[in-house]
C-alpha cells in the first residue's frame, strides 16, 4: 500500500493517531472532537501544568467542559505530554499553537516554526500534518514545506501538508468545533485527498479549495470583514456623540433594510485573538509586494482608538459631577474581550483600566467570569458588586456585556454610568 491508502485505511477504521500541538482554545477543543470520532488523541505542549491538568481530565478550556475531557483521558482517548520528540507516534499532527504580533506588528511564527523545526527532524512516511494556526498567505507552502522535506521526503507522496484554518468561537454554543464548516487547502490534489478522509469523521462539514494560500486568506477575509465593519460602527457612534445622536437608534432603524445592510455594532474596541490580531498579517503580506491595505490599516486605527473615546467619556461624567478623573473611584464592569467567557487576550477593557490608572483614578473591576487580571503592567483581582460597591463609585463604566449580571441595580445604584455595550443603555 502507498503512504496515501495506509492513512486512508487508518481513516475509515479510526485507527490513526492524532497529534495535537498546543493545547489552548483551538487545540483542546479540537483534541476532543477527534476523540469523540474514535480517534486516539496525543495532545503537545510546552505548559507542563496545562499537561498535568489534561491528563488529569481537568479542562482550562471553558468550551470542553471538565467531565467531558476526563471521560477520554479516563479511556486513553486522550494523554498529553511536553516531548515532541514523540510525534512520530502520530499519523497526523494538527498544529494549534498561536501566532500573535511583534511589537512592531509583524507576524511572529516564532512558535510555527519551532513545530516546523521538531517536524523537520521526525516527519516520517505516510505522516500527514495540518497547520491551523491563523498565519499569512504563504506560511504552509513557503516555511513548513521546505522543512518537512530537507531528508529527502516527497509531499503529495510520503507525505501529506495541508492548512485548515480554525474557526473557533469562544462561549458560542451553536457553533462548535464540529458543526462550524472546516476549509481545508492542500499542498497536493493527494494531500488534499488524504486528509479531508482523515477529518471527515470529526467535521460535519468539510470545505476543500484548491490550495493552502486560498485557505490561509479565507481566514483572514472572514476577520478582516468583521474588523473593517465594526470600525465603520464605531467611527458612526464617535459621528453620532459629536451631532448627538442615539447611534443605537440609529443602527436598530438601518437594520430594518431587508437587504444590503447587515448589522454590526459599536463597543469598547476589539478583542480577542483573532479580530484584532489576523488583519495586520495580510497588510504586512501586502506591504512586502509594495501594496497598502488601505481599508484594514484605517479600520485598525478607528478600532484602537475606541478605549481613548470612552475613557473622554468617563472623564465628560466626571465633570458633569464635578469631580477630577485623579482620585476618583471607577468600577468597570466586565473585562473579557467577548460575552460570557473568561478570555482577556486583546481586552479593550484592559486598555480603558490601564489609560484611566494613567489619570490617576482609582480602578477596581467586576468580571464573573474573570476572578484576576495578571499581566505585565496590571495586577487586579475582580471586588464584589453590591449596590453598596456599585454606589460607591464615582463612575462605573460597562464594558462587556455578562448574561448574569444584575444591570438594573447597576442602572439605579451608579452616581454615573458610561455604557460601551449596545445591550443596554442606562445614562451613558
Given at each position: 500500500m502507498?503512504?496515501?491508502e495506509?492513512?486512508?485505511?487508518?481513516?475509515?477504521?479510526?485507527s490513526?493517531?492524532?497529534?495535537?500541538?498546543?493545547?489552548?482554545?483551538?487545540?483542546?477543543?479540537?483534541?476532543?472532537?477527534?476523540?469523540?470520532?474514535?480517534?486516539?488523541?496525543?495532545?503537545?505542549?510546552?505548559?507542563?501544568?496545562?499537561?498535568?491538568?489534561?491528563?488529569?481530565?481537568?479542562?482550562?478550556?471553558?468550551?470542553?467542559?471538565?467531565?467531558?475531557?476526563?471521560r477520554?483521558?479516563?479511556?486513553?482517548g486522550?494523554?498529553?505530554?511536553?516531548?515532541?520528540?514523540?510525534?512520530?507516534?502520530?499519523?497526523?499532527?494538527?498544529?494549534?499553537v498561536p501566532?500573535?504580533?511583534?511589537?512592531?506588528?509583524?507576524?511572529?511564527?516564532?512558535?510555527?516554526?519551532?513545530?516546523?523545526?521538531?517536524?523537520?527532524?521526525?516527519?516520517?512516511?505516510?505522516?500527514?500534518i495540518?497547520?491551523?494556526?491563523?498565519t499569512?498567505p504563504?506560511?504552509?507552502?513557503?516555511?513548513?514545506?521546505?522543512?518537512?522535506?530537507?531528508?529527502?521526503?516527497?509531499?503529495?507522496?510520503?507525505?501529506?501538508?495541508?492548512?485548515?484554518?480554525?474557526?473557533?468561537?469562544?462561549?458560542?454554543?451553536?457553533?462548535?468545533?464540529?458543526?462550524?464548516?472546516?476549509?481545508?487547502?492542500?499542498?497536493t490534489?493527494?494531500?488534499?485527498r488524504?486528509?479531508?478522509?482523515?477529518?471527515e469523521?470529526?467535521?460535519?462539514?468539510?470545505v476543500?479549495?484548491s490550495?493552502?494560500e486560498?485557505?490561509?486568506?479565507?481566514?483572514?477575509?472572514e476577520?478582516?470583514?468583521?474588523?473593517?465593519?465594526?470600525?465603520?460602527?464605531?467611527?458612526?457612534?464617535?459621528?453620532?456623540?459629536?451631532?448627538?445622536v442615539?447611534?443605537?437608534?440609529?443602527?436598530?432603524?438601518?437594520?430594518?433594510?431587508?437587504?444590503?445592510?447587515?448589522?454590526?455594532?459599536?463597543?469598547?474596541?476589539?478583542?480577542?485573538?483573532?479580530?484584532?490580531?489576523?488583519?495586520?498579517?495580510?497588510?504586512?503580506?501586502?506591504?512586502?509586494?509594495?501594496?497598502?491595505?488601505?481599508?484594514?490599516?484605517?479600520?485598525?486605527?478607528?478600532?484602537?482608538?475606541?478605549?481613548?473615546?470612552?475613557?473622554?467619556?468617563?472623564?465628560?461624567?466626571?465633570?458633569?459631577?464635578?469631580?477630577?478623573?485623579?482620585?476618583?473611584?471607577?468600577?468597570?464592569?466586565?473585562?473579557?474581550?467577548?460575552?460570557?467567557?473568561?478570555?482577556?487576550?486583546?481586552?479593550?477593557?484592559?486598555?480603558?483600566i490601564?489609560?484611566?490608572?494613567?489619570?490617576?483614578?482609582?480602578?477596581?473591576?467586576?468580571?464573573?467570569f474573570?476572578?484576576?487580571?495578571?499581566?505585565?503592567?496590571?495586577?487586579?483581582?475582580s471586588?464584589?458588586?453590591?449596590?453598596?460597591?456599585?454606589?460607591?463609585?464615582?463612575?462605573?463604566?460597562?464594558?462587556?456585556?455578562h448574561?448574569?449580571?444584575?444591570?438594573?441595580?447597576?442602572?439605579?445604584?451608579?452616581?454615573?454610568?458610561?455604557?460601551?455595550?449596545?445591550?443596554?443603555?442606562?445614562?451613558?
Open positions: 502507498t503512504p496515501a495506509i492513512l486512508i485505511a487508518k481513516a475509515a477504521d479510526r490513526a493517531v492524532f497529534g495535537v500541538v498546543g493545547l489552548g482554545y483551538v487545540g483542546l477543543p479540537l483534541a476532543v472532537e477527534l476523540a469523540s470520532a474514535g480517534y486516539r488523541v496525543l495532545g503537545f505542549d510546552i505548559n507542563e501544568k496545562v499537561v498535568d491538568a489534561v491528563n488529569a481530565g481537568r479542562s482550562h478550556v471553558g468550551d470542553v467542559p471538565s467531565e467531558m475531557l476526563a477520554f483521558t479516563a479511556g486513553g486522550i494523554t498529553a505530554t511536553t516531548d515532541m520528540s514523540r510525534m512520530p507516534e502520530a499519523d497526523v499532527v494538527s498544529i494549534c501566532t500573535p504580533l511583534s511589537k512592531t506588528r509583524d507576524p511572529d511564527v516564532s512558535f510555527v516554526m519551532a513545530v516546523a523545526k521538531s517536524l523537520g527532524k521526525t516527519v516520517r512516511a505516510a505522516q500527514a495540518v497547520l491551523e494556526s491563523t499569512y504563504g506560511t504552509t507552502r513557503e516555511l513548513l514545506l521546505p522543512r518537512l522535506q530537507e531528508h529527502g521526503l516527497e509531499v503529495g507522496k510520503d507525505f501529506f501538508l495541508a492548512f485548515s484554518p480554525e474557526r473557533v468561537d469562544p462561549g458560542n454554543s451553536e457553533w462548535r468545533t464540529r458543526n462550524t464548516p472546516k476549509v481545508l487547502g492542500g499542498v490534489e493527494t494531500c488534499q488524504v486528509i479531508l478522509a482523515l477529518y469523521p470529526a467535521f460535519d462539514s468539510l476543500p479549495v490550495s493552502p486560498v485557505a490561509e486568506l479565507t481566514k483572514l477575509l476577520n478582516t470583514f468583521r474588523s473593517v465593519n465594526i470600525g465603520l460602527a464605531n467611527e458612526m457612534a464617535i459621528v453620532c456623540d459629536k451631532l448627538g442615539d447611534v443605537w437608534e440609529v443602527i436598530e432603524a438601518a437594520a430594518t433594510k431587508p437587504f444590503g445592510f447587515m448589522k454590526f455594532t459599536p463597543g469598547p474596541g476589539l478583542g480577542g485573538h483573532c479580530i484584532p490580531i489576523d488583519p495586520h498579517y495580510l497588510a504586512w503580506k501586502m506591504r512586502g509586494l509594495n501594496y497598502k491595505t488601505r481599508f484594514i490599516e484605517v479600520a485598525g486605527e478607528v478600532n484602537s482608538e475606541m478605549p481613548a473615546f470612552w475613557v473622554r467619556k468617563v472623564v465628560e461624567k466626571l465633570n458633569n459631577e464635578a469631580k477630577a478623573v485623579r482620585g476618583s473611584k471607577i468600577l468597570v464592569v466586565g473585562v473579557a474581550y467577548k460575552k460570557n467567557v473568561d478570555d482577556v487576550r486583546e481586552s479593550p477593557a484592559l486598555d480603558i490601564r489609560l484611566l490608572l494613567q489619570q490617576g483614578a482609582a480602578v477596581r473591576y467586576h468580571d464573573p474573570v476572578p484576576e487580571i495578571r499581566e505585565s503592567d496590571l495586577s487586579l483581582d471586588v464584589g458588586l453590591t449596590a453598596e460597591d456599585v454606589h460607591a463609585a464615582d463612575c462605573v463604566v460597562l464594558a462587556t456585556d448574561s448574569n449580571l444584575d444591570y438594573e441595580m447597576l442602572c439605579a445604584e451608579s452616581r454615573a454610568v458610561v455604557d460601551t455595550r449596545n445591550a443596554l443603555k442606562c445614562g451613558g
